[in-house]
């Protein structure tokens, strides 16, 4: 390629303009909010009134770009029970515990080192030893604490796992899930110990002196406050030691990473990102000879990264921007580091992340002989190219000649206009994904009212609007449940989160009253119309920010409940109003098909929906599977309404037409909505020729 030197100015410059910065949401992010409510209600094996309390953590929690190629796999899930808790030897009790924490509370000891084992004193790792007992009297600032016998036996405390059939997935700390079929995603989980302090080994961190700022007191004061964790690991010096290999712990600073990794500049993400996809696409981190010894991972480019944004001025990183220098500078460090067999520990500061066990002999010369031009050219051939096959073969063709940096240029040109141009409709599809994945995992799913408040926290750290829309949708969960079994504690709790005590007080005392259907069907109703107007405000908050890429109609659900009521003159009046909206639409939103909105839905949508789950069984287990679209529901609702009515044969003539047009418009892949639409169909044209007759006679 001619002019190697423009080469690594144009990599910088298209890595530059294709990784999205937020605000952004991805189908990632909705799978890890679904993640954290879910594990909120998984039942704690080893103690049965406790609670699993999970965090986001790796690399979802920690990049904020978005690039066109994955910048992680698995999500990575911590969890830590409500019912323990750590803290350093000598250390004073809390004097305040958390609010989601039981009413009862382990609380065990870290010790550092064990004098009756030689070599227990390994930094980073330590024991837990039960030392406290603290009951609340319902008040987190009162509280007694039994102290236990410090030669009690079984006082140490082993590495917890899920149950043992968990033991064939487990990588180190993490177990491995995978439930694709079901709310299609796989995801590492990781249990561990909560400490709220500041762990003592890590002590000269928060002080030590910092020539360039970074980070901040600020960001300081916050990584500190968020204390640590402590995962069930053993170092790998100490795995043969019967004692040690179960009751040796590792401390965890995944919590500190994500708050320093988020403050970073976009810069910094973004050679994060190219480092670790570096390593992967050359299979650094695999054991070539399977002798089970330590590799290069990406801890040590998250550790690489760490001490790098601490140690370079802001200036390093900005000044006559070239990522691809960065990244050549970057590994010619890591080559040092891997060749003295030295990688310290940002945090700890005498832990060397590396020893002679680790088989990292024949990664350091890949990285020693890095340059620019190399590096460059790797990335054009093995990251831009791929990012390429993801375009239209419009722009995706012109890789096949880029042998002069011109038409490089061009190339890279058109992959960022594309990317530029395709980011409303990819946030969009995003947003249709959560939109899907919520419901269908709050049916298939336990929902109570502590998941209830995972899920409203997580959706609106992804995205302000959803809260409402998880509202509506827990409103018809409670609807569905209270329809078959009536009401009890949990429903009502669930209705005291989503609604507030006042409301949810005004349904217990019409319950109370005089429990009879009628009142049920009252309660019923107005839990129906809340959800219903959270829905319609949800579609109009959406209409704002879609309206370039889809046609939304406002008035749907308000349509289904009008029909739902009897109204059908205002349903016919919403429901043309919809068909006109959607009718000439390029793109049309759906309305979802799960157990929570068929309650809306009228009875022949309902009938083909079972139709089509009998004929198709594979669509049961997927969100997209089943789905009619916002102009099928309208048209059909308006078909249902004119029956109701009694309208004449011109008015149903004209609604026959406009089915047959929606009909050509639909794709064959929507088979609910051609269902339903040759369903109406076949009614109007036997009312149509009914009445022609009638009036002939």
């Keep these: 390629m001619e002019d190697e030197s423009c080469v690594s ?14 605000p952004k949401l991805s189908k990632r992010d909705v799978q890890a909010a679904v993640l954290c409510a879910t594990t909120a209600n998984f039942p704690v094996h080893y103690y049965r009134q406790a609670s699993w309390i999970p965090l986001i953590t790796g690399s979802v ?8 190629l994955p910048n992680f796999g698995d999500i990575d899930v911590m969890h ?64 007694k604490v039994n102290t236990l016998d410090d030669d009690s036996e079984g006082i140490w405390l082993a590495h917890m796992v899920a149950s043992r059939n968990d033991e064939r997935n487990r990588h180190g700390p993490a177990i491995c899930h995978d439930f694709s079929e079901t709310i299609h995603l796989s995801y590492d989980d990781v249990i561990c110990m909560r400490c709220l302090v500041w762990p003592p080994q890590a002590a000269d961190w928060p002080t030590r002196h910092r020539n360039y700022g970074w980070p901040d007191s600020a960001t300081l004061d ?76 990406n801890y040590h480019i998250k550790t690489l990264m760490l001490w790098t944004c601490e140690l370079k001025p802001r200036g390093w990183w900005t000044d006559n921007l070239n990522l691809v220098r960065i990244c050549v500078e970057l590994m010619q460090t890591l080559s040092v580091w891997l060749t003295d067999t030295r990688c310290p520990h940002y ?54 000649d880029v042998s002069t940096s011109e038409k490089l240029q061009n190339a890279t ?25 919520i419901p269908f995992t709050v049916s298939l799913q336990s929902f109570t009212a502590r998941s209830c408040v995972y899920w409203m926290n997580e959706m609106a750290k992804i995205d302000a609007r959803f809260p409402g829309y998880f509202s509506a949708v827990a409103l018809l969960h409670v609807v569905r449940k209270v329809t078959k079994n009536g009401f009890n ?68 659900y308000e349509a289904m409940y009008a029909y739902k009521r009897g109204d059908y003159q205002r349903c016919l009046q919403l429901s043309t109003q919809n068909v006109n909206t959607l009718l000439r639409a390029r793109r049309v939103t759906d309305v979802p098909t799960f157990p929570e909105f068929i309650q809306l839905l009228d009875d022949d949508i309902v009938s083909l929906t079972a139709l089509t789950l009998v004929v198709n069984p ?80």
């Design 347 to 400: 945090f700890i500061s005498n832990c060397n992340l590396l020893d002679n066990s680790f088989n990292v002999g024949s990664v350091a010369p890949k990285f020693v002989s890095m340059d620019e031009g190399y590096l460059s050219t790797w990335i054009v051939n093995n990251y831009i190219k791929q990012c390429a096959q993801l375009c239209p073969y419009n722009v995706s063709w012109l890789f096949s």
């Design 413 to 437: 040109s058109e992959i960022c206009r594309w990317r530029l141009n395709t980011s409303m409709g990819d946030l969009w599809r995003s947003v249709n994904f959560a939109e899907y994945q």
């Design 222 to 297: 916050r990584v500190v406050s968020n204390g640590c964790d402590l995962v069930g690991v053993t170092h790998r010096q100490c795995k043969q030691h019967k004692w040690m290999s179960r009751y040796q712990w590792r401390l965890s600073f995944s919590r500190a990473e994500i708050v320093l990794i988020n403050s970073w500049m976009p810069v910094q993400q973004i050679v994060y990102h190219m480092l670790r996809y570096f390593v992967k696409i050359e299979r650094l981190t695999d054991c070539a000879d399977n002798s089970g010894a330590g590799t290069l991972s």
């Design 61 to 68: 929690a920690e990049f904020y770009i978005e690039p066109m």
């Design 489 to 556: 504690e949990e429903l009502m709790a669930i209705l005291s989160t989503i609604l507030g005590r006042y409301f949810s007080q005004c349904c217990s005392d019409v319950l109370s009253l005089r429990k009879t259907e009628l009142n049920t069907s009252a309660v019923v109703d107005l839990l129906l119309k809340s959800a219903v107007e959270h829905l319609t405000t949800y579609r109009q908050l959406r209409v704002l920010d879609f309206s370039s890429v889809v046609t939304i109609a406002t008035a749907d």
């Design 80 to 143: 830590h029970d409500n019912y323990t808790l750590a803290i350093p030897r000598g250390h004073p009790l809390p004097t305040q515990l958390p609010a989601d924490y039981h009413n009862r509370i382990e609380v065990h000891e870290i010790v550092d080192v064990l004098p009756e084992i030689t070599g227990s004193h390994l930094p980073g790792y330590v024991y837990l030893k039960l030392r406290y007992l603290i009951n609340t009297d319902g008040d987190k600032y009162s509280y």
């Design 9 to 22: 100015k144009i990599v910088t410059t298209f890595l530059l303009n294709t990784c999205r910065l937020p």
């Design 618 to 697: 594979k669509f049961r287990g997927n969100t997209y599977g089943v789905c009619v679209t916002q102009l099928t529901v309208s048209l059909s609702l308006l078909t249902q309404c004119q029956f109701k009515l009694h309208h004449s044969v011109p008015s149903l003539t004209q609604t026959l037409l406009i089915i047959k047009l929606a009909q050509r418009r639909l794709s064959a892949a929507y088979t609910l909505d051609h269902l339903t639409l040759k369903l109406a169909e076949r009614k109007v044209r036997r009312l149509t020729r009914n009445r022609y007759a009638f009036q002939l006679f």
